[in-house]
């Protein structure tokens, strides 16, 4: 199975600012995916990550607000800006694997916005 | 809308009987389920799929139903163990494309 790390795996941000969440594959993958657990809820696709191309977003979710980047096909950034409490969530970066039909998911990242 | 629904937030076990674990979807054209297991600060473990094509999948103690007429799957644990104490999310995807729809987990406590 995929081996995923994600950085930072928490943070405590102010309102306003941005963080940026790096996660990396120990394998190339196709498809990456970012998804956010809000307190009590189920996980929620933000977007899939393409390689060489814009992130497809999922309703509700826009590019401004949660920049993506996939320069190659172990490493992917997702970037949640102009922060504000709501966006606090466990953020979780994923990796399909067709062969095994399955998708792995990292550790998490914790965000607590202040 | 939720498209995939776990009605019990939370599940408590004895050691060593058997956890049954519900999920109900509304999507007819999901055809590939999954099973994860999560801890605290971890990330959600792959535990066991089942294909449309199937009614049921097992490995080792766990099984996996699914009866496609009511929407339903099931997830059954025999026997349970303390170390299966965990949160477990069931997860659907359309035959179409490679989005998982997940419900909002059930919280299973075994009990020594």
């Known amino acids: 199975s995929a081996v995923i790390s994600q950085k930072p795996s928490r943070d405590i941000c102010q309102r306003g600012t941005s963080l940026t969440i790096q996660c990396q594959v120990d394998?190339?993958?196709?498809?990456m995916f970012w998804y956010r657990q809000q307190p009590g809820q189920s996980l929620t696709l933000i977007a899939t990550?393409?390689?060489?191309?814009?992130?497809?977003?999922e309703s509700g979710f826009v590019i401004d607000k949660f920049p993506i980047s996939r320069p190659n096909l172990t490493f992917s950034t997702l970037t949640v800006s102009n922060m504000s409490p709501e966006d606090s969530s466990i953020y979780l970066c994923s990796v399909w694997q067709g062969a095994r039909e399955t998708q792995y998911f990292g550790p998490g990242t914790r965000l607590l916005v202040l | 809308d939720q498209q995939v629904k776990q009605n019990s937030p939370s599940l408590s076990v004895q050691e060593g009987r058997i956890s049954i674990l519900n999920c109900d979807y509304t999507n007819s054209m999901f055809d590939y389920f999954l099973w994860y297991k999560k801890y605290p600060a971890e990330g959600p473990t792959f535990l066991i799929s089942?294909?449309?094509?199937?009614d049921k999948n097992e490995d080792g103690r766990f099984t996996v139903f699914l009866n496609k007429s009511a929407k339903h799957l099931s997830l059954h644990i025999v026997p349970s163990q303390p170390g299966d104490s965990a949160v477990y999310f069931c997860a659907a995807r359309e035959n179409t494309g490679n989005q998982f729809y997940f419900g909002t987990g059930t919280s299973l406590t075994v009990i020594p």
């Open positions: 990550a393409n390689q060489g191309s814009e992130a497809t977003y």
């Open positions: 394998s190339q993958v196709t498809m």
């Open positions: 089942i294909s449309s094509i199937k």
